[in-house]
């Protein structure tokens, strides 16, 4: 008699298995999907989103990571996505839209390969020599740029702004954006740092964009402490303490028993003594300015408003340190140790009254190395978004800076490389080169994407722009949205850091390749049960429970 096979239950009864090509599809699907979400907001005339969450409260973006980060998203490969936003964020603050456009096109191109039954090692491979290669000619072709080229970061700032409600005060906003990195920049020999956390930026609703202003100093959300302290003061020594000017508890539990009303009123002037010797201690160094981490007894309060002092209380870690950078104080722990050369100093501090709100303002800090960008705008959702326009120009400035180097922006850098990719993919043996074309058609999105949003011909654009290319100095020509027609981007100022684009592009095929190899999705049924956890809603039948998303 023949033997019959052995058949093993590796799975539990009921568990679902989606292997294979099914398997690719629909994880190539929900990558696809993430990107056509953001693909219409790239651009200066790209869309916005409105994003509404349970309670009815509204954001209206056109920002990548904004609308990406906001919505629920189910499917584990959408999920893989959205960490290309974020860490596109975290690394350089813009360009997730490119990011995640560029992942999406790589796998849609993927599949065709895949198609043809080319192995997803294959493709991975070429993938990984068309990255090393991008990065060889974003390196090659970039200029290099540094602090002394203002122009340069103005328009960097202003490319970053184009497309975004902060567009019609660009020119306005750039300026204040670029002085106040330039403020904030440390060099160390030849070495240039900038630390981001340097330049606060704080949005208040009222007024519009034309009050937006840049504080050599730093803004504090507290008020003074008494009402008989003066609203301003003017050539101020800054005192920084993160001690409370309160009388000290003992460490362990004391009982004091007093049986006399007179041992009572020496208890009472004693403190009152020991008060006023740290207000006189404060005044005795000069300080006419108290910002305090901790809190300040009310009797030391009503002695610091006789002397004078303008004191602020429980003052964020954070903001004590913006502002040892930016007066040059030094924070002291112990009030005993503070000495005149510990102060800080600055033209003024005052308390102002901004969209009813009572805030300390330290201005006119010479030198500053902490500076704040005031925002400034209509409603709660034009200021919102003013603030993420703002923060993405400071991010591009800052990778500017930080990578020494630009390229132009409008599609240029892209369709130059593919061009070059092209080429190289000749140059390579094999099915790779296949793979390597691919990811060179997967590029040229952004040009596509740019002119599609624009409501010109795509197609039409980018072989102009293509043929531009082909002839000699024509490398930084794209697509100039505004007048629809193909010119050197780099001479009317659309120009983006190349930071921004390495990083896209290394984001972008990292999360590709992650994708194409996976061939194999089990889900359980159990996991569906309970409150824990759980396929995702609305899945079909027969997909492992993640053949769809449902936003």
Known sequence: ???????????????????????????????????????????????????????????????????????????????????????????????????????????????????????????????????????????????????????????????????????????????????????????????????????????????????????????????????????????????????????????????????????LDAFLHQEEKILKGMVDKIKKVGANVLMCQKGIDDLAQHYLAKEGIFAVRRVKKSDMDKLAKATGARLVTNLDDLEKKDLGHSDIVEQQKIAGDEMTFVRGCKGAKAVTLLVRGGTEHVVNELERAVEDALDDVIATIKGGKVVAGGGAIEVEMSKTLRHFADTVGGKEQLAINAFADAIDVVPRALAENAGLDPIDKLVSIRAAHEKKGGKWHGLEILRGKVIDMYKVGVIEPTLLKSQAIKSASEVAEMVLRIDDIVVAKELSKGDGGGMPPGMPPGMGGMGGMDF
């Open 1 to 263: 008699m023949a033997q019959q096979p052995m058949q093993v239950m590796l799975l539990p009864e009921g568990a679902l298995r989606t292997k294979g090509r099914d398997a690719q599809r629909m994880n190539i699907l929900a990558a696809r999907t993430v990107a056509e979400v953001v693909r219409t907001t790239l651009g200066p005339k790209g869309m916005d989103k409105m994003l509404v969450d349970t309670l009815g409260d509204v954001i209206v973006t056109n920002d990548g990571v904004t609308i990406l980060g906001e919505m629920e998203i189910e499917h584990p490969t959408a999920k893989m996505m959205i960490e290309v936003a974020k860490v596109q964020g975290e690394e350089i603050g813009d360009g997730t839209t490119t990011a995640v456009m560029v992942a999406g096109e790589l796998l849609k191109n993927a599949e065709a390969l895949l198609d043809q039954h080319i192995h997803p090692t294959i493709i991975v491979k070429g993938y990984r020599l068309a990255a090393s290669k991008s990065q060889e000619i974003l390196e090659k072709i970039s200029k290099k740029v540094t602090t002394k080229d203002r122009t340069v970061l103005l328009n960097v700032a202003k490319t970053a702004m184009t497309g975004k409600n902060a567009e019609g005060g660009k020119e306005f906003l750039a300026e204040l954006v670029v002085k106040s990195v330039l403020q904030v920049v440390e060099k160390d020999g030849k070495t240039v740092t900038v630390d981001k956390d340097n330049v606060k930026i704080d949005k208040k609703q009222g007024g519009s964009l034309e009050d937006t202003e840049l504080i050599e100093g730093i803004i504090i959300d507290k008020e003074r402490v008494h009402s008989g302290m003066p609203r301003g003061i003017k050539k101020s020594k800054i005192a920084l303490i993160n001690s409370a000017i309160e009388i000290k508890k003992t460490e362990t539990d004391a009982k004091i028993n007093i049986n006399d009303p007179n041992q």
